[in-house]
């Protein structure tokens, strides 16, 4: 089963939203995707969990 | 009709005329082995020291020229040591325990192996492969001394094989003209471009990496380097795409570079446009070049090790990226897990359905291997732009969060496979038992006194028992069974790995030192039944 959380959870939505987009502001592609790519490294090791990380790396290809 | 394929470092079985050459009929032998690389040599070592007579036939007259293998893992050790090989190769070899990873300009981290404590042989060594396979000659050559019935013929070149029901029939040219012999059972040992898979027209199925590596073994000049284990990702020195140094014997380094797949072999191996790699990465140190080679590879394996007579092992049967060490590391083990297989079939002990479980656990330890071997691939060479962007982002990482170094793969070291789930397992009823000698797992080492727990067993059937009791032996339809009486008592390393939660322990090890069956006590039904298992013969 699943432990993967695909209720609302974000405490402040909007906020975190706009963060993650500054975070990109006046970045090149390929700057933003390696700010991507570390900050899914930096999620995947706060959760840990392989059976809660394999649901979300399902739920993400799903599309 | 006799150009080597390649050069000699050691010509230590030079051609000579065999009385088999003259005979009108071809003789028939128990076992032939076809290669007299490290795993055809250890295969001579493990049947010879069972009293079965072995003919280990090879094209050449001695171990070719070139460091190549150079990381000797322990559980191969250990099986060395069993052919009684192990030590002069661990006094020899390097040991390291400090490794440092470069990314880019600069050093991101460094780690330090921490080795446990008590265990005869340590993670690895390195060592030049001319030195291990000329270890194991010399005991080759120790064993004949003895009387142990092992020949090694050089310069027999194996032109065909004909598979027959319960036999096969080879031709073999030699300087002096072709002949025929025959072999109740062959062992593959031809390398990864296997004659006898070709001849017998089998697949070998995997994955090609599109990669090309230059390897530049050098010995430097009034200079101390440290022996560590040197990693570079991407270096901006320019020497290479990734590029991987460390120390073998004799003060000499070995120096991987990745240079792509595109590349003018001849251009790239003259020697200055290796010193120019070099030179770039070392800055200026003085060094002489010690020898040098291009390598590709691939991951591949066969579908079976097994068919009919012929038993397939080592590189011949499956082949693995070099990153980890999985290459004579895991045909060390092939060996170790047909030997006592094979000298059981041949005594009558045990039924042929054995060796196809050889096939089966070895297949089984081969597709660990790739799946490792191929991961570290992906990678240290990333063959997608997002592949790159993943690697790079955890490179960074690593240099400031240590969270991130558990990701970074510039190969894993190569652990001996457990046999999970597999047909020869007997039950595993020791409650509190540790995970790391469970059923299917090789036993891990201890010290016991001034010796070692895996010095005083394999070769046959033993029943561990720790603070125990059980009989001193039993014969099982044929098959003995000879107790190793123990105690935890003052043992604080047998306890941890062979009681766990546990007061006390019954194990039985096959002859190739893995776990076959584990329980609280000991009770004969439940041994016999184990060995009849552990055998094929339940």
């Given at each position: 089963m699943s432990t993967l959380n695909t209720d609302p959870n974000i405490t402040a939505p909007d906020d975190f939203y706009a963060t993650l987009l500054a975070a990109h502001e006046g970045k090149s592609k390929e700057e933003s995707d390696a700010i991507n790519a570390r900050l899914v490294l930096i999620l995947a090791n706060q959760i840990g969990d392989t059976d809660t990380l394999n649901a979300a790396i399902a739920l993400a290809a799903e599309g | 009709m006799f150009d080597d394929r390649y050069s000699l470092a050691h010509k230590i079985y030079p051609y000579e005329k065999h009385a088999d050459q003259d005979k009108a009929e071809a003789v028939r032998h128990p076992v032939v082995v076809v290669g007299g690389g490290p795993i055809g040599v250890a295969t001579a070592l493990d049947l010879g020291m069972q009293d079965i007579p072995v003919v280990v036939l090879d094209d050449h007259e001695g171990i070719g020229m070139g460091s190549r293998a150079i990381c000797f893992a322990k559980r191969c050790l250990e099986v060395a040591d069993r052919y009684g090989c192990?030590?002069?190769?661990?006094?020899?070899?390097?040991?390291?325990?400090?490794?440092?990873?470069?990314?880019?300009?600069?050093?991101?981290?460094?780690?330090?192996?921490?080795?446990?404590?008590?265990?005869?042989?340590?993670?690895?060594?390195?060592?030049?492969?001319?030195?291990?396979?000329?270890?194991?000659?010399?005991?080759?050559?120790?064993?004949?001394?003895?009387?142990?019935?092992?020949?090694?013929?050089?310069?027999?070149?194996?032109?065909?094989?004909?598979?027959?029901?319960?036999?096969?029939?080879?031709?073999?040219?030699?300087?002096?003209?072709?002949?025929?012999?025959?072999?109740?059972?062959?062992?593959?040992?031809?390398?990864?471009?296997?004659?006898?898979?070709?001849?017998?027209?089998?697949?070998?199925?995997?994955?090609?990496?599109?990669?090309?590596?230059?390897?530049?073994?050098?010995?430097?000049?009034?200079?101390?380097?440290?022996?560590?284990?040197?990693?570079?990702?991407?270096?901006?020195?320019?020497?290479?795409?990734?590029?991987?140094?460390?120390?073998?014997p004799d003060d000499v380094w070995r120096i991987d570079f990745q240079i792509g797949w595109d590349v003018d072999r001849k251009e790239e191996m003259k020697e200055e446009n290796i010193r120019r790699r070099l030179d770039a990465m070392l800055g200026d140190v003085e060094y002489e070049m010690v020898w040098s080679s291009?390598?590709?590879?691939?991951?591949?394996?066969?579908?079976?090790?097994?068919?009919?007579?012929?038993?397939?092992?080592?590189?011949?049967?499956?082949?693995?990226?070099?990153?980890?060490?999985?290459?004579?590391?895991?045909?060390?083990?092939?060996?170790?897990?047909?030997?006592?297989?094979?000298?059981?079939?041949?005594?009558?002990?045990?039924?042929?359905?054995?060796?196809?479980?050889?096939?089966?656990?070895?297949?089984?330890?081969?597709?660990?291997?790739?799946?490792?071997?191929?991961?570290?691939?992906?990678?240290?060479?990333?063959?997608?732009?997002?592949?790159?962007?993943?690697?790079?982002?955890?490179?960074?990482?690593a240099a400031k969060h240590a969270f991130a170094r558990p990701l970074v793969n510039s190969g894993r070291l190569s652990v001996p496979c457990v046999y999970d789930g597999l047909s020869l397992n007997g039950p595993d009823q020791l409650p509190g038992g540790p995970e790391r000698t469970r059923v299917g797992a090789p036993m891990v080492d201890a010290p016991l006194g001034n010796d070692?727990?895996?010095?005083?067993?394999?070769?046959?059937?033993?029943?561990?028992?720790?603070?125990?009791?059980?009989?001193?032996s039993l014969d099982v339809d044929g098959v003995d069974v000879t107790r190793l009486a123990l105690s935890a008592e003052g043992n604080p390393e047998l306890a941890e790995r062979y009681l766990g939660d546990a007061k006390a322990a019954v194990y039985l090890i096959r002859p190739d030192q893995h776990v076959a069956a584990r329980w609280e006590r000991f009770d004969t039904a439940s041994v016999r039944r184990a060995v009849n298992i552990a055998t094929a013969r339940a």
């Open positions: - | 192990g030590e002069p190769m661990l006094e020899k070899g390097v040991v390291w325990n400090l490794g440092k990873v470069f990314h880019k300009e600069g050093k991101i981290y460094e780690f330090n192996l921490l080795p446990e404590e008590g265990h005869k042989y340590p993670a690895f060594i390195n060592l030049q492969q001319p030195y291990f396979e000329r270890f194991m000659v010399d005991r080759l050559r120790a064993l004949q001394a003895e009387g142990k019935p092992i020949e090694i013929r050089g310069k027999n070149r194996v032109d065909n094989i004909e598979v027959k029901d319960d036999h096969v029939v080879l031709d073999v040219m030699t300087p002096d003209g072709p002949y025929k012999i025959e072999a109740d059972w062959l062992v593959a040992a031809d390398g990864a471009n296997s004659p006898t898979r070709d001849m017998l027209g089998l697949d070998f199925t995997g994955k090609v990496f599109q990669d090309s590596f230059l390897i530049a073994d050098i010995r430097m000049k009034n200079v101390e380097f440290p022996t560590e284990r040197w990693f570079w990702f991407d270096p901006t020195h320019g020497s290479g795409a990734s590029t991987l140094l460390h120390k073998q291009i390598y590709t590879f691939q991951c591949k394996r066969m579908e079976t090790f097994r068919h009919g007579p012929v038993l397939f092992a080592g590189d011949a049967a499956h082949q693995v990226s070099p990153f980890g060490a999985r290459g004579a590391n895991s045909g060390m083990q092939d060996v170790d897990n047909l030997g006592w297989k094979l000298g059981m079939v041949l005594k009558g002990q045990a039924p042929v359905a054995l060796l196809d479980s050889y096939s089966e656990e070895r297949v089984h330890g081969a597709d660990e291997n790739i799946l490792n071997s191929t991961r570290s691939t992906d990678f240290i060479t990333p063959k997608t732009e997002i592949s790159k962007t993943f690697r790079d982002a955890v490179l960074t990482l070692w727990l895996l010095g005083q067993v394999g070769g046959h059937f033993t029943l561990l028992t720790i603070d125990a009791d059980a009989p001193e």
